[in-house]
Nanobody, 119 residues
Framework: QVDLVESGGGSVQSGGSLKLSCTASGYVYRSYCMGWFRQAPGREREKIATIGAYAGSNYLADSVKGRFTISRDSATNIVYLQMNSLKEEDTARYYC????????????WGQGTQVTVAS
């Protein structure tokens, strides 16, 4: 069983930065692909960043490319999402998720952390 706990959300002015953390428990974490998703009220959930097992290949959605960075620290079992140049449209609840097969099936989810960007 792998549990995920997100932290680092909050309120920030447009143009500001936040760094989200996702702490994973469970000894199989290093072999899992990890992802960050977000969902704003009234909108579908959006996959914004993924990182391969053992810090392999990364993916960033076009909506965040050039502003967000995903990384992972295997020593501490934490996945990070560095968010720079934040915009109002980045306001959403951000979720960390784990994919044990690395086939795009994220079956383990955290509770999420709220990010609010004000103009």
């Amino acid at each position: 069983q792998v549990d995920l706990v997100e932290s680092g959300g909050g309120s920030v002015q447009s143009g500001g930065s936040l760094k989200l953390s996702c702490t994973a428990s469970g000894y199989v974490y290093r072999s899992y692909c990890m992802g960050w998703f977000r969902q704003a009220p009234g909108r579908e959930r959006e996959k914004i960043a993924t990182i391969g097992a053992y810090a392999g290949s990364n993916y960033l959605a076009d909506s965040v490319k050039g502003r967000f960075t995903i990384s992972r620290d295997s020593a501490t079992n934490i996945v990070y999402l560095q968010m720079n140049s934040l915009k109002e449209e980045d306001t959403a609840r951000y979720y960390c998720a784990a994919d044990s097969t690395c086939l795009g099936e994220y079956t383990i989810w955290g509770q999420g952390t709220q990010v609010t960007v004000a103009s």
